[in-house]
């Protein structure tokens, strides 16, 4: 079945450091690939998607690219604020049949002043 | 264009007990899916309607039970509510068709005692 590995957190960064958080993902077919990010008390926001291979999801200076021959979809972020201290998860879902959402365990990033 | 709305927020139960969440999908959005989201993990997929019918089913007992209606509102049923049952329930609306990301809403926030 379909399954979604990140790496575990938590993570913390000083304001303006570098983000990576790393995911990678198996998967029959090719499916499209997202980052969800989860505030403390609240639902899921779609950060960023990528539906084809070579493809780069973009979003409030986040950045991922689907990278189908390492099986990955690794979240950076130049600069980091205070304001993207939340929980991170990477996710999949099928390009064909029902849209069932993998996710994976989800990565918290705290950032500091 | 109103988001998901899920009620109620937040709900005490007692073992044993049976619960219903529900879940107003966004406006155009005729396939719903429900996850629960335990403490520190990702959601899991519970189920998926599409145009009333349940068209995907994740790895939970028959005891978790939904409905969708015909405005493509839907209910999550619990029956027999067991301690482990505690935990985030998230509703996901979206269009029907491939690579189409889901819209979540805020989440119902249970807690069996």
């Known amino acids: 079945g379909n399954s979604v590995t990140q790496m575990e957190g938590p993570v913390t960064l000083s304001e303006e450091a570098f983000l990576t958080i790393n995911c990678t993902y198996t998967?029959?077919?090719?499916?499209?690939l997202f980052w969800y990010v989860q505030y403390p008390g609240e639902g899921l926001q779609l950060l960023l998607k990528?539906?084809?291979?070579?493809d780069k999801g973009s979003n409030k200076g986040f950045e991922a690219t689907y990278r189908k021959e390492t099986t990955s979809f690794h979240l950076e972020k130049g600069s980091v604020q205070v304001s993207d201290s939340a929980v991170y998860f990477c996710?999949?879902?099928?390009?064909?049949?029902?849209?069932?959402?993998?996710f994976g365990t989800g990565t918290k990033l705290q950032v500091i002043p | 264009e109103t988001g998901v709305t899920q009620s109620p927020t937040h709900l005490i139960k007692t073992r044993g007990q049976q619960v219903t969440l529900r879940c107003s999908s966004q406006s155009g959005h005729n396939t719903v899916s429900w996850y629960q989201q335990a403490l520190g993990q990702g959601p899991q997929f519970i189920f998926q309607?599409?145009?009333?019918?349940?068209?995907g089913r994740g790895n939970f007992p028959p005891r978790f039970s939904g409905l969708q209606f015909p405005n493509y509102s839907s209910e999550l049923n619990v029956n027999a509510l067991e301690l482990d049952d505690s935990a985030l329930y998230l509703c996901?609306?979206?269009?029907?068709?491939?690579?189409?990301?889901?819209?979540f809403g805020q989440g119902t926030r249970l807690t069996v005692v």
């Open positions: 996710a999949l879902s099928p390009r064909r049949g029902y849209q069932k959402v993998t």
């Open positions: 309607y599409y145009r009333e019918e349940e068209n």
């Open positions: 996901a609306s979206y269009p029907n068709g491939a690579n189409t990301e889901a819209f």
């Open positions: 990528a539906t084809k291979a070579d």
């Open positions: 998967a029959t077919g090719y499916p499209s």
